[in-house]
C-alpha cells in the first residue's frame, strides 16, 4: 500500500506541473526553445546573404562607399563610423540588461528601474538609427545609371572620386509626367520620376571632359588586371571598381536606359539588386525583433513601477525579457559582422 502511494506521489510529481527540467522554470526553458528557433531562422537568411554574395561577388556593393553618413555631418565621408555607433549602443545595452537581471536577484527594485530605463533608452536609438540608415540607403547619395543591358555606371572624377550627378547634370527643356494608374493603359504605374532624365545626365557628361565612368565591376588588384590598357583602376583598401577610359565611358553611357537613385527592392545605385533586398529584410526583420524588445521592455518596466515584482518576490520576468535582449544583440554581430566587415 505504501509503495503504491509512493509511485502515485511521484507520478504526480512529474506530470502535475511545476517541476523545473535542467534548473529552469517553465517560462525560461519556453524561452529557450524560441531563442534556438529564432537563431535558425536568422542563420538560413544570414547563409542565403553568402551565397548570394560570393555567387554575384563581382558586382556586389563595398560596404565602406555605402554607409558612409553621420548626423549633422552631411558631406562628410564617415565610412562605417555610425554603424560601429550603433553597434556600441545596442551592446552597451545588454550590459545595462544585466545589471537590470542582477538586481533583480537582490531585489533591488530602484537599480532594476534604473537599468531597464536605460535599456529602453539604448533599443530606441537603436530603431530610430537604422530608421535613419534606411532612409539614406533609400535616398541615395551619388546616382547612377543603368543601362539596357542591366548593368551600372557610376561617375567618378580623374582622381577617381565620386562625383553627383547633381554636380554636372544640365537641366533640359523638357518636361514629362509621371505614370499613373488612372493615365495609363490597364492600371500600368511607374515609380517616382528620378531628379533628372538620361539625356540630361548625357548632356552634362559631354559637358565635362574630366568625368569618367565607373563601372559595378569589383576586381582584386592582380597583374591581369593591370595588363588592361583601356581600365584605370581606382583603389580602396583591398579591392576597386573598375573605372573606364574616357573613350569608353561615352560608349557604355551611349547605352544608357534609366536613371537610378537610391536604392529600392528593383533597383540599386551602388551595386547588385540582391544587396538592397537582403539588406532591407535581414536588418528590417533584425530591426522589428529589436522594436518588439523595447515594447516587452516597456511593459516590464512599468511592471517594476508598480511593484508586481516585489510582491511576487521574484523578478524572474526581468530576466527572461533579458535572454531574448542578448539574443539580439549576439545577432546583430553576426549582422554587423556579415553586412558590414566582411
Given amino acids: 500500500m505504501g509503495s503504491t502511494v509512493t509511485t502515485a506521489n511521484s507520478e504526480e510529481k512529474t506530470w502535475g506541473g511545476g517541476n523545473e527540467p535542467m534548473g529552469a522554470s517553465y517560462g525560461k526553458l519556453m524561452m529557450w526553445f524560441f531563442i534556438i528557433s529564432d537563431a535558425l531562422t536568422f542563420s538560413g537568411f544570414l547563409a542565403a546573404y553568402g551565397f548570394s554574395r560570393f555567387k554575384f561577388i563581382e558586382t556586389w556593393p563595398l560596404a565602406e562607399e555605402v554607409f558612409t553618413h553621420f548626423p549633422f555631418m552631411h558631406g562628410v565621408a564617415a565610412p562605417m563610423y555610425y554603424v560601429a555607433l550603433m553597434t556600441f549602443i545596442l551592446i552597451f545595452s545588454s550590459v545595462t540588461m544585466v545589471l537590470a537581471v542582477d538586481a533583480g536577484h537582490h531585489l533591488n527594485k530602484a537599480k532594476v528601474t534604473f537599468y531597464m530605463f536605460l535599456t529602453i533608452i539604448g533599443g530606441l536609438i537603436f530603431v530610430g538609427s537604422q530608421a535613419w540608415e534606411w532612409s539614406n540607403f533609400i535616398k541615395g547619395e551619388y546616382g547612377a545609371i543603368e543601362t539596357k543591358g542591366g548593368s551600372l555606371l557610376q561617375f567618378v ?165 533579458g535572454l531574448y535582449w542578448h539574443f539580439v544583440d549576439l545577432v546583430w554581430v553576426f549582422v554587423f559582422t556579415v553586412f558590414y566587415l566582411v
Wanted: glycine letters at 6%.
Fill in 157 to 321: 572624377d580623374k582622381e577617381g572620386h565620386r562625383v553627383k550627378l547633381e554636380d554636372f547634370a544640365v537641366k533640359l527643356p523638357q518636361e514629362r509626367e509621371q505614370l499613373t494608374r488612372n493615365k495609363g493603359k490597364w492600371f500600368m504605374e511607374e515609380a517616382a520620376l528620378p531628379t533628372y532624365t538620361v539625356a540630361e545626365v548625357q548632356a552634362g557628361f559631354k559637358a565635362h571632359p574630366d568625368l569618367l565612368v565607373r563601372t559595378e565591376v569589383i576586381y582584386e588588384d592582380d597583374a591581369e588586371s593591370k595588363a588592361d590598357p583601356k581600365i584605370n583602376h581606382e583603389l580602396t583598401s583591398i579591392k576597386h571598381k573598375t573605372v573606364l577610359t574616357r573613350a569608353e565611358s561615352e560608349h557604355r553611357l551611349a547605352n544608357a536606359s534609366l536613371v537610378v537613385e537610391g536604392a529600392n527592392l528593383k533597383r540599386n545605385e551602388y551595386g547588385s539588386k540582391l544587396f538592397a533586398d537582403f539588406f532591407f529584410f535581414i536588418t528590417g526583420f533584425h530591426g522589428f525583433h529589436v522594436f518588439s524588445g523595447v515594447i516587452i521592455n516597456i511593459i516590464i518596466f512599468f511592471n517594476v513601477l508598480l511593484g508586481t515584482y516585489e510582491k511576487r518576490k521574484s523578478y524572474e520576468m526581468v530576466e527572461k525579457v
